[in-house]
């Protein structure tokens, strides 16, 4: 059985607003039955100051997702529209005094639900499925847009918080290459914001940072991580200041390596001399990674192409 | 509040009769069942003992055919890897969809790891293996055959004995997970062509910890667990006497209740299937109904969620289990369900009500008063259900 707060149990064991608004204005529908998890929410709009004055909900779902759609439902009453859209699903979770991880995809599920009842009421057209973006996890109807804000909503920095958040990847598992790359390309823009810290961001193929660790700081302190909006030119010149400073230690080692290309956070670079065939060769491209992600202030993932390229 | 305990197939109560013989061998015998002192060798009697009512419960034809373990997990693993070892050049699985992750888990981590080509065999809509398919996938690569000899979900019972029998013409192995089937069905392994079987001890009434794995005398063996020269060298490690004499007494006893459990048992089961499916409409029970283990009953409710299910009787008392996604922390419902092409609009909605011989009528009538209510008021929250399809089950599996 999972750990649930008291006010969980309480708004599952005695929901508020549960059932059907025959005068609704607006009705969101989220999810399906073949996820295991479907949400209809209904919400009565007052049309003069667009404030919500009555909300009711239908849910298809385990304990957390009928506490979390009755939390909904309380916690927007009365606020107006524009209130109600700043809600986030970590709002929902706080109501009910926190959701275990791998529940989090059902105050997701009210998050998105309120989005598809609000666009509803404006008359805006709302698709649940791929509605932004390609569709990524077929079982569970999981577009790229949901992903991006429920990443971004919630901080998430690894495909096992994006799974519980969302279910992405749950099933088959066919989409978790697509998923990752939503993953990393979320987070680079969030360290780009400075929502994030680059050492937290997911970097496919990256090692994961020892949770402790990421904040130790090196003896020598590093110059401050550049803008975040550079230009490619710009990170081009960081990138062979960076090259340059590490070249001496690779060349003791009879190696040497020189940048490629750029490409958004991708660095190409040709390992030569001793780093070719190296049996550590990857774990100095990882030293590399992790020097440039630091002077770019940026997740950027390091690729040794062969010669010639 | 009365207390119904349903979920025997997970686990069960401790039979008192087996704490009582396994407590001795905590104080005054503790000593090594290895040693050659008085102290080790009264306990070594004991395990002996306790190997021979575990012989007698499978009708097994020699008591050092028993190998005890640690688990039905341990000896499942042990089965199938020895196979692999001692079968030549065969490399080859052949199991069903439907088996336990200590089968399934393992034959994946082998196709990725070993590149073993596993054959699964698919169910019907009534949990039945194809045979047929099960015949075909057998050939002189297969270097072993696993299928359960009932389901744990569902109950379904497979017919291990001729399946043993089709995979000897193959010149291939057969072993059973029998873990949900030892101690309710009756045994007599030595009229049969079955090499291997699993078992745990806590599914009949014995403690957690302390399984075993029978060995069809001229079997070769090749130990997962690798030391001293305990279980004639097939399991290394000090024997857990204490279990083994529980795990005996819990054999004697499921061999003298065998009778109770396939007439009374399945009586209070069919009870309770009955009057669930009279008092709540769009349910049905899941499962092969003609052939199915005496204690299990599986009942999926329509268009709800076994989670929410699961919650709410556990607030009336009532202890089961469900194979939605949401009580096992996976995100897919049942793979024995969905295997059986059970709809989403059920699978989810699921519940398995697994008895024991402890369960009595009374029981039966509290979970029948109040699964009703239960399952109404997660309906009136439900999106899918309007009232209108209320009545018969959408899913009509043909029982050809």
Not at chain 1, 209 to 219: A, D, H, I, N, T
Not at chain 2, 277 to 286: C, D
Not at chain 2, 312 to 333: D, F, Q, R, W, Y
Request: charged share 20%; glycine share 10%.
């Amino acid at each position: 059985m999972w750990e649930y707060s008291d006010k969980v149990q309480e708004y599952f064991f005695n929901p508020k607003n549960a059932g059907t608004l025959d005068d609704a204005s607006g009705v969101g529908e989220v999810g399906a039955i073949a996820c295991g998890d479907a949400l209809k929410l209904m919400i009565k709009v007052d049309p003069e100051s667009e404030r919500i004055t009555d909300a009711r909900f239908q849910t298809f779902g385990c304990g957390s997702a009928i506490a979390s759609s009755s939390a909904l439902t309380e916690i927007i009453i009365g606020k107006t529209l524009d209130e109600a859209l700043k809600i986030t699903n970590q709002d929902i979770a706080d109501f009910l005094g926190g959701l275990p991880p791998e529940k989090m995809h059902c105050s997701v599920m009210g998050y998105e639900a309120l989005r598809a009842a609000v666009a509803n009421y404006r008359g805006e057209v709302w698709e649940d499925d791929h509605e932004e973006g390609a569709l990524l996890c077929k079982c569970f109807g999981i577009d790229e847009g949901m992903i991006e804000r429920a990443v971004r909503n919630n901080g998430l920095t690894s495909m096992e918080q994006v799974a519980h958040f969302t279910k992405a990847t749950g099933s088959c598992g066919t989409c978790v290459e697509g998923v990752e790359a939503v993953l990393e390309k979320t987070n680079a823009e969030m360290v780009a914001e400075g929502l994030l810290d680059p050492a937290q961001a997911f970097v496919m193929g990256a090692v994961p940072v020892v949770p402790g660790r990421q904040q130790r700081k090196s003896p020598v302190a590093p110059p401050a991580p550049a803008s975040s909006k550079m230009t490619t030119v710009q990170k081009i010149r960081v990138i062979e200041e960076v090259l340059e400073e590490l070249r001496p230690a690779l060349r003791n080692d009879g190696g040497d390596c020189e940048l490629v290309d750029v490409e958004d956070n991708r660095v190409m670079v040709r390992m030569t001399g001793a780093c070719v065939n190296c049996q550590l060769a990857a774990v100095t491209v990882q030293g590399i990674q992790a020097r440039l992600a630091e002077r770019l202030g940026m997740p950027v993932r390091v690729i040794p192409v062969p010669a010639g390229k | 509040m009365k207390a119904v305990y349903l979920d025997n197939n997970a686990t069960t109560r401790v039979d008192p009769a087996a704490v009582a013989a396994m407590l001795p061998f905590f104080t005054e015998q503790f000593g090594n069942a290895s040693s050659m002192h008085a102290f080790g060798s009264e306990v070594g009697g004991a395990v002996l003992k306790g190997r021979r009512q575990l012989q007698a419960l499978l009708g097994a034809q020699f008591d050092h055919e028993i190998v005890f373990t640690g688990g039905g997990t341990e000896s499942d693993n042990t089965a199938i890897l020895s196979a692999l070892e001692t079968q030549g050049a065969r490399n080859e699985i052949v199991t069903s969809a439907v088996e336990h992750p200590a089968v399934l888990a393992l034959c994946a981590w082998l196709e990725k790891s070993r590149g073993i080509k596993v054959h699964y065999i698919g169910v019907d809509a009534r949990g039945r293996l194809d045979v047929e398919a099960y015949r075909k996938a057998l050939s002189p690569r297969t270097a072993i055959a696993s299928i359960m000899w009932a389901n744990n979900e569902t109950g379904t019972i497979f017919p291990v004995e001729m399946l043993a029998e089709l995979a000897h013409e193959a010149g291939a192995l057969f072993h059973t997970d029998a873990v949900q089937a030892v101690g309710k069905i009756p045994m007599n392994l030595k009229e049969t062509a079955i090499d291997m079987l699993s078992l745990s001890g806590h599914k009949l009434h014995a403690p957690k910890g302390i399984g075993a794995l029978y060995v069809r005398r001229g079997v070769r063996l090749r130990p997962l667990i690798r030391g001293g020269h305990q279980e004639r060298g097939r399991r290394a490690g000090t024997e857990n006497a204490p279990g083994i004499v529980a795990l005996g007494v819990a054999a004697e006893l499921a061999q003298q209740h065998i009778e109770d459990e396939n007439t009374r048992v399945r009586a209070m089961r069919d009870r309770l299937e009955q009057g669930l499916l009279q008092r709540i409409g769009n349910s049905f029970v899941a499962g092969d109904v003609d052939n199915r283990l005496p204690n299990t009953a599986n009942v999926a409710f329509e268009y709800i969620e076994g989670e929410a299910i699961l919650l709410l009787m556990n607030k009336a008392g009532i202890a089961a289990s469900s194979g939605s996604a949401c009580t096992s922390g996976s995100l897919e419902p049942s793979h024995v369900l969905r295997a059986m092409k059970v709809p989403y609009t059920a699978a989810h909605g699921a519940i398995r009500f697994s008895f024991s011989r402890e369960n009595t009528d009374e029981d039966v009538d509290h979970v029948l008063e109040v699964m009703p209510s239960i399952i109404a008021k997660l309906r009136e929250m439900s999106p899918f259900w309007d009232g209108k399809n209320a009545g018969q089950s959408g899913f009509a599996p043909t029982y050809a």
